[in-house]
């Protein structure tokens, strides 16, 4: 503990003294703190009970310093006595998480210790952090950027995947190059770029003669082209034969390559748009250690891979949210997956106003549709293990999700939204359970406006499921005070689980105060247990019931 106050000290006093040297006008100091903590309870209707530490919080504090073209930052981190539930273990105690020094300027951009990292849409290399998730990813190493035009770039990186507060016991490299060919041809009126990608993963194994290279090669190559209202962009990424991970088991005698297809197509204008995308995965997994695969927390992960479907906003549309499936698993021969197959299509229209729908107002119309596949072909799960897939052949139905929303906006002080939601879940592909759920979800919310930062929202849910846990309704209440004030409440019940035991309210009241970049907000209540996601991309969390406090601040 005495360590943990010397190393925040440290950084506070530091705050202080870059403060006061930027007064003198020796560059510029900028930062943030962010604390999010919770007191667990015991809870007998949930049959949940505290940790052994009741008390857990996670704090990051980082501070950057620019001058000219200098930039240099750090990153300190807390979790005291313990990490919030279901975090990555390797979250304990206090210590420094991430520094860097980054030379930049119109031409290089030269970063060295840790950094963030994307080559195309992710799906060969992306590291990133996301607090919510528990995920920071970032590559300790180097990293060059070189623009020698604007047309013109190239990036070439090395370095070991951040886990915890420690690194991977792998090497990373990558390139990555972006070409502006209609800046070369001299396009006026449309958009056309080339990208070339390469990441390679270098891990050795206690594996005594393996059939496979240490070196694992990803190659990406993408197109992306624009002309008026109307874009379309494509990415193909090639993995090299690598070892198939099962149950954190590597497969000495069971290799394969993997692929990834890619593309996005649409048309936008005002009032109408149209975007579809379609993904082919195979064996895409791709972690900073082989045995990684499979766990809880992302960790390790050296790829992107959200699940490309609508990202609801309402409670009740997310307890059956699907996974993308990029790996390969064949534990039995009822579950026999190699990756995915699918897509989606979001298409918006607004009707205009004074029109026959449109109103006085107008009225905004959303549709998505998406539906998910597993990849059919040929599967052994007897020795030798292998498989063969047809390359858009459709296999077992995983997920599908068609919704419609209506945004109505009925007079400057009344807005309206009204969502109709039908859900297919394969409980048994994507988690690898049992069991299948089809639901349909409906959600009518209002908002009334009393003046100036002064409102009121209420949003009420339904959802009917024919198996599972049944039925849900769910309500919430927001009181927004003024612009520093917020209040709110908000209930889910499942009453209409076959186990009477299991009907439970989960319900929170909390409030937020904001002022200028700073947010506390204090929340009681029941979690409950399943998926949060963010951007498509998921991590567990179990029942809890306890107080919550949050603070969040930048400078």
Wanted: hydrophobic share 35%; with cysteine.
């Amino acid at each position: 503990m005495k360590k943990s106050l010397t190393i925040l000290l440290v950084l506070a006093s530091t705050v202080f003294y870059a403060q006061e040297e930027e007064k003198k006008d020796y560059g510029r100091v900028f930062g943030g703190f962010e604390s999010n903590s919770q007191w667990y309870l015991n809870d007998k209707e949930l049959h949940t009970t505290h940790p052994e530490d009741p008390f857990r919080s996670n704090n990051y504090l980082f501070l950057n310093y620019n001058y000219k073209k200098w930039t240099v930052g750090i990153q300190g981190e807390s979790y005291e006595p313990n990490a919030l539930l279901n975090y990555n273990p390797e979250y304990k105690g206090t210590n420094v998480s991430t520094y860097f020094v980054q030379y930049k300027s119109d031409k290089i951009d030269v970063t060295a210790g840790y950094f963030y990292e994307q080559f195309g849409s992710g799906l060969v290399l992306r590291s990133w952090e996301d607090r919510a998730l528990g995920i920071n990813n970032a590559l300790r190493g180097g990293r060059v950027i070189y623009t020698p035009v604007s047309y013109l770039s190239f990036t070439g990186l090395y370095g070991r995947q951040k886990s915890g507060f420690n690194v991977s016991d792998s090497d990373i490299f990558g390139f990555n190059s972006e070409i502006g060919i209609s800046d070369i041809l001299k396009m006026e009126s449309s958009d056309l770029t080339l990208g070339l990608s390469y990441v390679g993963r270098n891990e050795k194994t206690a594996i005594v003669d393996p059939n496979f290279s240490e070196l694992t090669n990803v190659y990406s190559g993408r197109i992306n082209f624009t002309h008026n209202a109307f874009y379309i962009s494509t990415e193909f990424d090639y993995k090299s034969d690598d070892a198939i991970v099962e149950v954190q088991k590597i497969e000495n005698d069971f290799i394969k390559p993997g692929t990834a297809l890619l593309v996005n197509v649409g048309y936008s204008q005002k009032g109408f748009g149209i975007d579809g995308s379609f993904r082919r995965m195979e064996n895409m997994s791709f972690f900073s250690e082989r045995t990684a695969k499979g766990n809880l927390y992302n960790d390790k992960i050296i790829n992107f891979i959200p699940s490309l479907t609508k990202q609801h906003h309402n409670s009740l549309a997310n307890i059956y949210v699907y996974q993308a499936q990029p790996s390969v698993s064949l534990p039995d021969e009822s579950i026999l997956k190699s990756g995915e197959i699918g897509g989606q299509i979001d298409l918006f229209y607004n009707f205009k106003k004074e029109s026959a729908l449109g109103g006085k107002t107008g009225t905004k119309v959303s549709v998505n549709m998406s539906n998910w596949f597993g990849l059919d072909g040929k599967y052994s799960v007897s020795d030798p293990r292998d498989y063969q897939t047809d390359f858009l052949a459709f296999g077992k139905k995983y997920f599908s999700d068609y919704n419609i929303e209506i945004d109505k906006k009925i007079n400057d002080k009344w807005h309206t939204i009204f969502t109709y939601i039908n859900q297919y879940y394969n409980k048994k592909f994507v988690e690898e359970t049992s069991g299948l759920v089809k639901t349909n979800i409906i959600s009518a919310e209002a908002t009334y406006k009393f003046m100036e930062a002064k409102s009121i929202r209420v949003l009420g849910e339904h959802l009917w499921a024919d198996s599972d846990k049944k039925n849900w309704a769910a309500s919430t209440i927001e009181f927004n005070a003024s612009k520093k004030w917020s209040f709110y409440c908000s209930d889910l019940y499942n009453y209409g689980n076959l186990d009477k035991e299991k009907r439970n309210h989960y319900y929170n009241v909390g409030a937020a105060f904001r002022k200028n970049a700073t947010r506390v907000s204090l929340n009681y209540g029941r979690q409950r247990g399943g998926l949060l996601c963010v951007g498509g991309v998921c991590r567990f969390v179990p029942e809890s019931t306890g107080l919550s406090l949050s603070l969040n601040t930048s400078f």
